[in-house]
């Protein structure tokens, strides 16, 4: 059963806000863990559910998934460029913002992290074991999720993650607005420079990247994997990363791979029943 809630989000300056959450219907007799997937720019909370393919998935291993949408939206959410898709309205990056112009309402890292969850487990049959998952701009953070919060999270995957967005237009972007020109304040919400210092659990990290990304190959690389992998490997911390040849950016690449990566998540999460 897929189900969109409304509710009023604090974190996100009181607007209302939609998540959804697909529910086996073994959650009828019994509670499931959840894993949490982040969408990517442009993207709300329908996207992955009318595009992914991953029900039939979620119900063979047995969890519920949940997706929040990617900003806060509404009368008073304040924005640059109504016509821009890389920034604002829909472009959320999974931050907390500091400047004065976007820190009420543009806070989906603490809806994500604190509220959404809480929600969750406090309306719908499920356990307090997570997960968390996303692409693109969503994998940048489920990658930055996870690595800051290690204990809440069994495992951690992304398809197409942005890995290394304060060195790419698309993080320096976001990251100018959201948070200011201190560029030390930025490596917090980058994956490559978290995971250079990370000294927790294993987080049992998969991410997948197609070779045809034209984000990857075309004219500006706003992925930076390589980065990733090299910090990952300078610091130790095991990381699976697979390319996968002559896939793109879009849901027939991620729709191909969903059911190994929520295998995945089942793995850990089960095993910690």
Known sequence: ???????????????????????????????????????????????????????????????????????????GVPDEDPHTYDFGVGAGFYLNATTDKYKTHYNMYDFVVK?????????????????????????HGALTIGLKNPERYSSVSAFAPICNPMKVPWGQKAFSFYLGSDEQS???????????????????????????????????????????MEAAQKAKVPVTFRMQAGYDHSYYFMSTFIREHLEHHARFLHAQS
């Open 1 to 75: 059963m897929l189900k969109r809630c409304e509710v009023t989000s604090r974190s996100l300056g009181n607007t209302q806000t939609i998540f959804a959450a697909y529910l086996p219907d073994v959650t009828e007799f019994k509670k499931l863990p959840v894993v949490y997937w982040l969408s990517g720019l442009t993207c709300t909370d329908e996207n992955f559910s009318q595009k992914a393919g991953a029900f039939q998935a979620a119900c063979d291993n047995q969890v519920v998934l949940v997706m929040p949408d990617t900003s806060p939206r509404g009368d």
């Open 115 to 139: 509220e959404l969850p809480a929600l969750v487990e406090a309306n719908l049959p499920v356990t307090d074991k997570r997960a968390i998952s996303g692409h693109s701009m969503g994998g």
């Open 186 to 228: 930025w490596k917090q919400y980058d994956a490559t420079e978290l995971i250079s210092q990370y000294k927790g659990k294993d987080l049992h990290i998969l991410c997948d990247c197609g070779t045809a990304d034209n984000f990857l190959v075309g004219e500006v690389n706003q992925l930076q994997p390589l980065a990733f």
